[in-house]
């Protein structure tokens, strides 16, 4: 039995501020301001509405991980992520269930520099893993 627990739902935006301002009119807040994550090359912004946190993904140059996805799916959600306190655990069982990493785990700037790693299926697509951090 896999351990995940959802942390947020992953939203791909063309640009960051004019979507800030339209989940602002359907009622989310800011739970962080925007960062910029330097190794993705994006601008990110939590939001949360109902206890539901969604994640704003914002390619800021052509070179970004994303900016390919943007081109083919527009303003959308594009990932759930999972958060792990088992990591070793939960990628091997994933892997078994034929997930495929995608890149290594890796700081993520917009997280506290926790690491995330993204992994795809088949039959589901892509999902992120975030890595339990006990402090
Ligand atoms: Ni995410």
Known sequence: MLALKIHHI???VKKINGAIRSFENLGYRIVQETVYDDIRKVDICFMEKDGYCI????????ESVV???LKK?????YHICYETEDFDKDYQALVSNGFI???E???AP????????FL???SMGMIELLIHQYS
């Open 110 to 117: 917009a997280l506290q520099n926790r690491e995330v790693v």
């Open 55 to 62: 994640e704003l993904v914002s390619p800021v140059s052509e």
């Open 105 to 107: 785990p890796t700081p």
């Open 101 to 103: 990493a995608i890149d």
């Open 10 to 12: 992953g939203y791909l």
């Open 73 to 77: 799916y527009k303003n959308s959600p």
């Open 120 to 122: 795809t299926s088949p």
């Open 67 to 69: 900016y390919g996805l």
